[in-house]
């Protein structure tokens, strides 16, 4: 593998206009007592890409309701295209978190509404829903119900309803928050091609990837922005360079590394990142030394290092690590653990199968997850993983197929069986007008545990979360990321030998993600068998083992490392002036699944060897005149392998629903 | 065991948390008792009577004074020179005593004096009990008569539902009932709908207008509201045998104004409480108990007592009842419906008025 010393001059992603689009001074917002919004300025210029990065309950939401004119105010101004954003709705589109379209109309209904709604005339409502629709692929969709819709497809539509109108803004509050990383892709893709035509777009993402992919990004935390510029100016601040380390005994390098750091002038930052350790340093080759002798002495072996620029992600973590976030990071008090039981079978299913009716939302699956092992479900939206959940740990009644749970065979929903099984579900877990501490009571009831253990349980839940000493507050004014870690407290408090989680770090916030999986790692060292699904991929690299679910079908199984060296050809990442142009040009010779964008970086798989690979790519862009400012061959991710897969499960026609 | 407590103490602690849940536990049971007990009677208290005196002798001011001294009737005046029916328009008077001349002449020398008793049949309940009390008040003042005076012989006629069909007064009261319930739950779950759905997000940054919105939903179910009453009004000319009694055109008016008006108390309710579980109950609460219980649907609202009386002023079916009853049973056409038709009118302003009031800045309400 090459090691590339870069120069990551600007790339350019049509350089915007200087006239301001948007303008936002001192923007306050307080709901009661609670301050959402404290003091917020930005400037967004017309034809930009602007992203506004934060996790759950830093304000993202409140600042977009007053841009789009749907909120007041408690002090401060926004200005859109010199009006106030009240006086701008009429060129402003916005589209909500959820889905805020009608389920029981069709997906021409709706465009109709909204364009009757927003007064455009009647013959350009249907020539430019035509358009739109055509853009992104959903022209064949139009008399469905917009209930019907996958999730990722109705994002689509609802930004088909908000361009209708022309608007000369674009407001997008996480749009793709649990849409699968396919359809997130796909969905970039079409706001590159609208911001070259000219669109302003403003988007809150917690995807820090999908925030390399604007013009300029505003870290947002608390209330507060902390930082904004180019994602490259964001990038340059912490003035250190990316060591990537890899090695097999990753959780404990990182532990050494970590405690290291702070005697270690060299090392600014140290992040898990999947497979490998993300080192902010400031001399990498001075670096490389130190750490390799560190953990010769330790004797974890010698490393594989790799030389970059940091992410966005490294940014906003050591930022946030910088204001004094970092999770209370004390070990969960463990009175029961299961390592007896290591090796044994925790969760087996074998040729499960649901119908619902007509439809077989899943298909022959057969899975077995052992004690101390952590098994990653993946899978878009609609792919079966929540049904196929729900029949594991026997929220559902299989329609064939044989389970076997915590050692039980036939009766799977026993009040024995149930004591040790958790469950943590994206979408419920806590009692949203309970407060915190009657939360957890509830739970530590419910689940018999003792009364000893409930106080240093509740303590521990707390500290997780960050909300020592406000046990009182009502869970339903939590913001989502904090919920859910009040969410795992509350599953984990009765020390379950298998533990169910669905999309548990669904909106948190970096920082806290990575506790999170400091967390599972350590119940699955205490024995327990865990089954977890998630969207970022990179986290399901810290998983034992993984599968892939497309369709209702389990389509790939193995450890992260198998899975990727089962990929046939080599992926090279370009860094290129023009990605978007590239992207589009390159899908035009390739088939669609083997060029993709990440961040910056243009990842394209060939079967030609690494040189020929690079060689051919750059030709092709040389001929539409985009130049390409580094190539070297990268490592398959997760990521890459996903869209893989889901691509070529829709070639062969497996996945039905999707365009 | 530990576990059911668990489980009991979570859901004190939600419902001490709910409001909604508190007002049905504590308010409800109170309201209902005290409407029910009260307004449920149907017995016959002060219910007027006109009386029309063509003798004016001692005798016939003698027989007048025994109907004053009852309990259950009050006696009203009324001019000779109008008909003695046209006071049951407008429930002036329930029943008439009509005594005609020579009574007081045939009370010392004939046979018998006979006098009219009109009733006023509509209301097929009141008019059984109203003739009952007549009879029961002739026989008493007979009973107290010398033995050479002759007996008082009252004709008993049934004006308006001469057979006293129950279903020409039930038939218009659940025709009634219907409209009062099924338009505005639809308007009303709609409406909070939009809310609890957050789809009217999208329409709060279309800067419609709020009576635009509003309007738009309105005439949606009031259409619904007319559209249903098609099937109920064939059911009623059908099954019921009912039919139009002189001039429809006050009828249909009146429908129409009355789909808006329940259309606009549905989208009121939905306006103001944007939860779909909250809104049904209060459009079963205001749209229905009051309707059924208050306006003289079923128990007369003279029975209802007169420190809750004024309620029923305030309930929108009172005044369609009345102009429903009155286009199958009485007829008297517009001269005494124009006013309720206007005040039916004017509820349902009153409700988009309010409607209004609430939407008015088609902001988030933070």
Redesign the interface.
Known sequence: MTSAALETTAVSLQEPHAQSAVRVDGLWKR?GTTEAVRGISLSVSSGEIFGLIGPDGAGKTSTF?IL?????ASAGTVVVFGKPA?EA??Q???L?Q?F???EDLSVRENIRY?GD??RVPREEIAERGRRYLEMFDLDRFEDRLAGRLSGGMKQKLALV?ALVSEPRVLLLDEPTTGVDPVSRREFWDALSHLSADGLTILVATPYLDEAERCHRVALIHQGQIHQTGSPAELRASLGAKRLELRMPRLAEAETLLAKNASANREVVDVQRFGDRLDLLVRNPEEAEDLIARQLKSAQLGSPDFHIDEPTLENTFVARLRGLGSEVGSAGFPSRHPHTDLRGQVGIGAKSLTKQFGGFTAVKGVSVQVRYGEVYGLLGANGAGKTTTIKMLCGLLAPTAGEMELAGERGSVRSPKVRQHIGYMSQKFSL?D??SIR?NL??FA??Y?VPEEEREEKRRWTLSFSGLEGKESQITGSLPGGWKQRVALGAAIMHEPSVLFLDEPTSGVDPLARRAFWKVINRLADLGSAILVTTHYLEEAEQCNRLGFMVAGELVAEGTPSEIKSRQRGHLLEFIVDQPQRAADLLKKHLERWRVSLFGDRLHVIRDDDVDAGIRRTTQELAGENIRVLSAREGRFSLEDVFITVVEKARQQGKVATEG | MRRIFAQTKKEFTQILRDRLALALVLVLPLLILLLLGSAISLTVTELPIVVQDFDDSTASRNFIDAFRASNALYVVSWPSNRKPEESFNGNRGRAALIIPAHFERNILRGSSAPVQFLVDGSDANTANLVAGNAIRIIRAYNAGGGADTAPVKAEIRLWYNPGLSSDKYSGPGVFVLAMSMFPPLLASLAMAKEGEKKTILQVYVSNIPAQQYLLGKIIAFTLVGIAESIPLIILLRTYFGLSFVGDPSPFLVATVLYAFCVASFGVMVGALIPSRVAAIQVVALGGFLLVFLLSGLIFPIDNIPPELRWISDFVWGKYYIYVVRDAFLQGSGWPSTWLRNVVIAFMGSIFYFLAWGTMRRMQVKA
């Not at chain 1, 789009?68 to 007041?72: L, R």
């Open positions: 709901y309701q789009a004119g749907v909120m007041e009240r709705r009429s402003t589109g916005y909500t959820t805020s379209l009608y909204i709604l927003r309803c009692y007008d309970l009657e009571d509830f009831g419910v018999g």
